[in-house]
């Protein structure tokens, strides 16, 4: 799809990937509804884009179910949106017995719940021909130790992103899967961050995982892991995950200390 005068509901705008993303979709012409749950940096970004003016902000906590029916005050038939882009994501790297419920119930209601119910709100809204890009991750396809609710959130929306893709077959709204590798955002702790150096993880720029979501959208592909060698993995684990199971196993006494350090960090009584 052309992005040039589409009209785009990004959620997640003001973190490193929504920030990215926002800029190089405002440089393709688009008109953006930017999302997040702090409205000076949303006005920061929006006063940074090209055409400022013309983009609006949406100001919500989206694990909370009412505000998902927010954009229906907003959108009518006069306004309705061309692409929807689920961003907003949180994670917390710590092994299940050290996660609190907020914690838990936190990634599954913005990961997954909001994606769902937002897409379901906004379905009536969307313009045919239009598009909903669902933003996943390599964990949508690989269990990985200290991030079993952050994948099982993030297998859910590869789930829902497919099923519901065929679902929509011939409606003219076509959903899309993006899948980034580790990027360089706030998203990842500084454990993360020493873990991924030590165990060698390489990872991307927001710029450049923006450049491809762009890609994406303006091809239309439905399904698109980032990087190598992740996405030889990913296809390793579905055909073969004992051999992945090996594999990871010899990096779980680094993954280990990593999410240990980073759970003294948060409590260091
Ligand atoms: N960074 C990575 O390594 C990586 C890798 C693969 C996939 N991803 C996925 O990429 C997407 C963007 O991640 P990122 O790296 O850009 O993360 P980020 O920098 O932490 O940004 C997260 C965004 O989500 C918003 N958000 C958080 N909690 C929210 C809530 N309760 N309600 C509404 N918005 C909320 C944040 O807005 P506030 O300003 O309100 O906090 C922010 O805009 C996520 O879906 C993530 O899972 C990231």
Redesign the pocket.
Known sequence: MKLANCRILL????????QALAHALAKQGATLIL????EA?LKQLQNALPNAEKHTLWV????DPAALAEPKGFLCQQQQIDILIN?????HFAWLEDHSEQQITQQLS??IQAPILLTQALLPYINRPGIIMN?G??FGSIGYAGYSVYCASKFALRGFSEALSRELTGSGINVLYFA????Q????SDAVYAMNKELGTQSDS?EFVAKEAIIALNKEIKRRWLGWPERFFIKLNALFPGVVDKALAKQRHIIARHAKASLAKEDPQ
């Not at 959620?11 to 929504?18: K, L, V, Y």
């Not at 999302?35 to 702090?38: A, K, S, T």
């Not at 961003?87 to 994670?91: I, L, Q, V």
Request: one cysteine or more; glycine letters at 16%; charged letters at 10%.
């Open positions: 959620t997640g705008a003001s973190g490193g990937i929504g999302q997040g749950r702090n940096t919500a906590d989206l694990c961003n907003a994501g949180t994670n913005l990961n933003i991750s390599s980034p590798r580790a990027t955002t706030a998203l990842n927001a």
